[in-house]
């Protein structure tokens, strides 16, 4: 904290750090349910289909890769595009609450690329209806999907009809896809077929709103439209105001907080810890320097790098470096590659997180080792 501005209580950057890192459960491993978890941080970005163990590792005492497996399994948790139009892990009440929130970030997508501009002069209501009966008879990859929509719409390119469908209807991937040790390829369908509950009629953007400030809080109204995806919640924040208490950050932007949301002291260690490839909290937010700064997040989300960005590793609250690992036959290795020198006692700290990180992800009776490369 630093000099009010206005009377405001004006928060440093550290101090933007500790609190996120309290409310993501990143500054100590909580002895909490998975389910919680998940819905605690209002889902989980899920790119790639073991990235949520890895960040719910992090986040939970002793937690075992079939907590969350036995979810998907049970049908408990799911799959689905939402916040950003990308696929976010969230619980099975969460996916019938957010997914009508995040309708217009989906029909936004959809027209702003060269797939909305292939659906020009189809009626898109028929295309959803037919798309929902074909999921709905029985679950089928996007490559099926659009196969059978063509049937009907043959002047249409069957990926763009898929693609319609994927934005403009509430569509889950089914297990085994997102199931840890599966593979296969996406299998889809409605929410709604596969939970046999319908979506929330009336889901409340103000709620939305609190639960994000109550993971990512201290925050900025754009913060959460970043978050999101969506745009003009600036009314809600508003709506808001009285029940909420407000700070400035070291530039001078307002940002909006639950009056009980933790705010710990800026000098308050931070242990190290490993994050997947697009973890939530490195997107949560319209100005990400309180996690990571300027030049790290562009060396993390290069163009350059071919496929999935590598995983983060938090050092004193902030990336640091970024880690991959390797399979053989016989062994499994974490290489990590500092983006700025480590003091020895963090680099101590690097590797044996690094060691439990392997003992959680390695096969059984692989040889594991860490590979520290210098910095640069």
């Known amino acids: 904290m630093t000099t009010p501005i206005s009377g405001v209580e004006v928060l440093s950057q550290r101090a933007l750090n500790r609190a996120l890192l309290a409310r993501q459960k990143l500054l100590q491993r909580e002895t909490i349910s998975t389910s919680e978890v998940i819905e605690h941080l209002v889902g989980m970005q899920a790119q790639t289909p073991n990235s949520p163990y890895i960040a719910l590792w992090s986040r939970i005492e002793g937690f075992q890769p079939d907590k969350l497996s036995n979810l998907i399994l049970n049908r408990e948790a799911v799959r689905i595009v939402l916040m950003r139009s990308t696929i976010h892990l969230v619980t099975a009440r969460d996916c019938l609450f957010l997914r009508p929130l995040m309708n217009p970030v989906q029909v936004r997508n959809l027209a702003s690329t060269g797939w909305g501009r292939g659906l020009d002069g189809v009626d898109l209501d028929a295309l959803v209806a037919a798309g929902r009966a074909i999921l709905e008879e029985q679950p089928r990859t996007a490559k099926e999907l659009g196969a059978l929509l063509h049937e009907r719409w043959p002047d249409r390119d069957p990926a763009t009809l898929a693609i319609a469908i994927r934005n403009l209807a509430p569509l889950v991937q089914i297990p085994p896809r997102g199931v840890w040790g599966k593979g296969g390829q996406a299998t889809l369908t409605t929410a709604e077929s596969w939970l046999g509950r319908p979506l929330d009629g009336n889901p409340s953007p103000d709620e939305m709103v609190l639960r994000y400030l109550a993971a990512f809080g201290p925050a900025s109204v754009m913060d959460a439209q970043k978050w999101s995806g969506l745009t003009g919640l600036r009314d809600v924040f508003e709506r808001l105001r009285p029940q909420l208490v407000t700070f400035r950050n070291e530039q001078g932007k307002e940002l909006f907080d639950l009056p009980d949301g933790p705010r710990p002291a800026p000098e308050t260690p931070a242990p190290v810890r490993f994050l997947p490839d697009y973890d939530n909290i490195l997107l949560g937010h319209a100005d990400r320097t309180r996690i990571v700064s300027d030049e790290a997040r562009k060396r993390t ?14 050092v004193d609250g902030f990336v640091h470096a970024t880690w991959t690992i390797r ?33 959680f992800m390695a096969p059984e009776g692989n040889a594991m080792s860490v590979q520290v490369m210098e910095s640069g």
């Open 327 to 359: 399979r053989d036959r016989d062994s499994t290795t974490i290489g990590i590659q500092p983006m700025q020198p480590i003091a020895k006692e963090q680099r101590e700290k690097l590797v044996e997180e690094s060691m439990r990180l392997l003992a």
């Open 301 to 314: 989300f290069s163009s350059s790098n071919i496929g999935l960005p590598p995983g983060t590793v938090l």
